[in-house]
């Protein structure tokens, strides 16, 4: 059995490699991006709009809406990077319901490098909106002697995320695999919509941890001439 | 191994690729949508502002011509009401007036018709007793009474004798009588006439119903008279007057 679509390798030179993995994120890749351009091409700003474009409408701004609520002095570019770690990873746990696709959030590899991806961004955006020494002197509290633990929070919490999201739908896709075989009638459907549930709820809680944890990093701790 | 260096890579750079991605076709043109949207929806609420900004600076304008006009129908009523007024009681006054004057003129005509009336009837009552009593006259007369019209007219003749005297010089007295005249009145009155007028030629006698119950002397172109008709009038004339003038029956 399977863990990961990692490990099922369509194509191999070195170390240089295309496994599942790579090919169902180029799909659901592919998949945004059409959605999205079909949608798009054609946007009224008026009225009427088409039924796409108001949910397309409504998704962006419930993410808006949620990035307000988080983080009241939004920066520009925070939308697209939460708004699509949103989408990517619930259309990936969405699709998984289809069979034979084995969904890229049940990689670890995946949810470690969107993890670095929010590890990054933290500190990028922290010292884009406050400076470096303002956004360094946070590892510094409340006291000096909390830096070690700090930077290993930041490390911890970052693989907290990636292993947080991998368990959750790798452990779902295991529990289906395991139901098919055990009682294969009605229980792995019903396993299947909760795991449709457990997806869109992950999906949100790892945007909605990624956009604190950046909203956090932006708080600058007042200095002492401050 | 569940984690794989490559994937991690590869994914990462896929993450980042399907970030433009989304951010070229997804949340650019939703934005800009979005934005589109929020302006035009804006600039309607601004135009709606306006326009209701317009319409109670209107409606003020309104309230405040509906209230000039208000007022200026009010004044307007009232100066029509005061000129009514005013014309009512100069009207009334006319009216007043002219139903004075009116009743003054009836009052006036009414008295005079009354007065008119009285002394038409007075003068009525006086001809008929005076007719009534020269009738009695007449018909109670008799020698006496005669011979007494025959005094009164040579008493009334003894005071014109003198304007008689030089008219009768040669001519012929004439004595028409209305009374029966017998011979001694006759002798009596030739006696005294000759004595009178004695430079006449005579005196002659002539009946003359005509004159009633009365005597007149002729002279030339001179008469001397004396007969009941004339004394009724004289008498009747006086009565009047004495009746007219008499505040006691003015009315």
Not at chain 1, 83 to 109: R, Y
Not at chain 2, 38 to 59: F, I, V
Not at chain 2, 134 to 140: F, H, I, S, T
Not at chain 2, 175 to 181: N, Y
Request: charged share 20%; aromatic share 8%; glycine share 6%.
């Amino acid at each position: 059995m399977q863990l990961t679509p990692d490990d099922q390798i369509w194509w191999q030179y070195g170390f240089v490699k295309i496994n599942s993995t790579m090919i169902f994120t180029w799909a659901v890749m592919a998949l945004l991006t059409a959605g999205a351009w079909m949608v798009t091409r054609r946007l009224n700003a008026g009225s009427p709009i088409s039924r796409m474009q108001h949910v397309l409408e409504v998704v962006v701004g419930i993410i808006e809406k949620q990035l307000n609520e988080i983080s009241p002095r939004r920066p520009v570019g925070l939308l697209p990077f939460v708004g699509t770690l949103f989408l990517f990873i619930a259309v990936c746990n969405t699709l998984s319901i289809i069979p034979g696709f084995d969904p890229p959030t049940g990689s670890l590899s995946t949810t470690a490098g969107l993890s670095l991806c929010v590890f990054t961004a933290v500190p990028a955006y922290g010292i884009g909106a406050i400076g470096l020494k303002r956004y360094a002197r946070n590892y510094l509290q409340p006291t000096p002697f909390m830096l070690p633990f700090n930077i290993l929070g930041e490390f911890s919490r970052t693989l907290a995320l990636s292993v947080r999201l991998f368990g959750n739908v790798m452990s779902g896709t295991m529990v289906g695999a395991i139901l098919l075989i055990i009682a294969p009638l009605v229980v792995p459907l019903l396993m299947q919509l909760l795991g449709l549930l457990t997806g869109m709820v992950q999906a949100y809680i790892f945007a909605v941890l990624a956009a604190v944890y950046i909203s956090a990093g932006m708080d600058a701790t007042p200095s002492r001439g401050e | 191994m569940l984690i794989d260096g490559f994937t991690v890579m590869a994914q990462i750079i896929n993450f980042l690729i399907l970030i433009w991605l989304m951010n070229r076709f997804l949340f650019k043109p939703i934005r800009r949508a979005l934005d589109q949207r929020e302006k035009s929806m804006a600039d309607a609420l601004n135009r709606a502002e306006q326009a209701e900004k317009q319409a109670q600076t209107r409606a003020l304008e309104l309230e405040k011509e509906k209230s000039t006009l208000e007022n200026a129908r009010e004044r307007l009523m009232s100066e029509a009401q005061d000129q009514v007024s005013r014309w009512r009681e100069q009207t009334l006054s006319a009216i007043r007036e002219e139903v004075e004057t009116l009743r003054q003129t009836f009052m006036a005509n009414m008295t005079r018709d009354r007065q008119a009336f009285l002394e038409k009837l007075k003068r009525h009552l006086v001809q008929q007793v005076m007719r009534i009593g020269e009738k009695v006259l007449r018909d109670l007369a008799d020698q006496r009474l005669n011979r007494q019209v025959l005094r009164v007219f040579l008493e009334r003749l003894a005071s014109r004798k003198a304007g008689l005297k030089h008219q009768s010089l040669n001519r012929e007295i004439l004595v028409q009588s209305g009374i029966p005249l017998d011979d001694d009145d006759t002798r009596a009155l030739r006696a005294q006439l000759g004595q009178w007028f004695p430079d006449s030629s005579g005196v002659r006698f002539e009946s003359s119903p005509d004159l009633g119950l009365g005597i007149q002397l002729v002279v030339g172109d001179r008469k001397a008279a004396w007969h009941l008709v004339d004394y009724l009038g004289d008498l009747e004339t006086e009565i009047i007057e004495n009746l007219f003038n008499d505040p006691r029956v003015k009315p």
